[in-house]
């Protein structure tokens, strides 16, 4: 069978074709313009490709409920153009076949369970730091769905006492996206995060940071794998920060195996980039 998969993301929008197995046969990428400008090139090249059903991992907060008016709509995004946008029923009504579909960030969790660095595990946590902050849950197999979908890249951080930065998100100013994210750290230090020395007191902050909503995440969740992801993340020196920040704010309180090897708990993605893609691909086979 052939699958579409769709990363849709607040800077690109990648397009993939591939099968059930996870092998991509296809992939282009376009820039996430409005709604007018992007829909129509995506749109044409699933119709190129002849697809049998397509996988949606969307940038959010989107309606994922199915017996909701608005399911499929992108609702309160920051990217006004697709502010209260349907893209999953424009997609149905142009490409006429199975749609599955979720966030970008449990899409990515997704792909890592099947194929990457959570391969073989039942309950994981994927989290991009990145533009954003975002983080896809599985819990026994399932990814978590509430209300809506997890916002958990703005749970509220206890700030240390020494940091002034009052954080950049528009909606919290200090929470976990308002303090590491690519532009928290830009406006912060008045550079990108690959322009800053790997010994800046800058990468202490964002590692005790994360650190802190990641101790939040064990103690409410207890997760297998930990997985980190995003532009940020590709500072070296930060996830040995991140482990060490780890253990020192659990104090010792959890006894349990996989803190005893955090560099095999606490990792880097496995999927060479493509696991929103592999993600939309099992999101789409599912759908079928």
Known sequence: MRIG??????????????????????????????????MPQMISYFKQQKIDALGIGCFGP??????????GCITSSPKEAWRNYNILDRFLKELNCPIGLDTDVNAACLG??????????????????????????CSEG?????????????????????????????YHKDCLEGLVSGGA???RYGKKASEIPKHD??????????AEAIVNLILTLEPERIILGGGVMEQEQLLPLIHNEVVTLL???LQIDQLQKIEEYI????????????????LGRNEL
């Open 201 to 210: 007191i800058a990468w202490k902050y964002t590692a005790h940071y994360i």
């Open 112 to 137: 890592e369970m099947e194929y990457g660095a959570a391969k073989g595990c039942q309950n994981a946590i994927y989290i991009t730091i990145g533009t954003g902050v975002g983080m896809g849950i």
């Open 267 to 282: 990792v880097r993605p496995g999927c060479d980039g493509n696991q929103g893609i592999l993600g939309a691909l099992l």
């Open 62 to 71: 989107i309606d994922l409920h199915k017996d909701s008016d608005t399911y």
């Open 185 to 187: 750290i830009g406006a």
């Open 142 to 170: 399932k990814l978590i769905h509430g209300v809506m979908h997890p916002e958990a890249g703005h749970m509220f951080i206890k700030r240390l006492s020494s940091d002034l930065f009052e954080g950049t998100c528009p």
């Open 5 to 38: 998969a769709l990363e849709a993301g607040g800077t690109k929008m990648v397009c993939a074709v591939g099968n059930e197995f996870g092998e991509i046969e296809s992939l282009v990428k376009f820039p996430t313009g409005t709604p007018e400008t992007t």
């Open 251 to 253: 104090r010792g309180y």
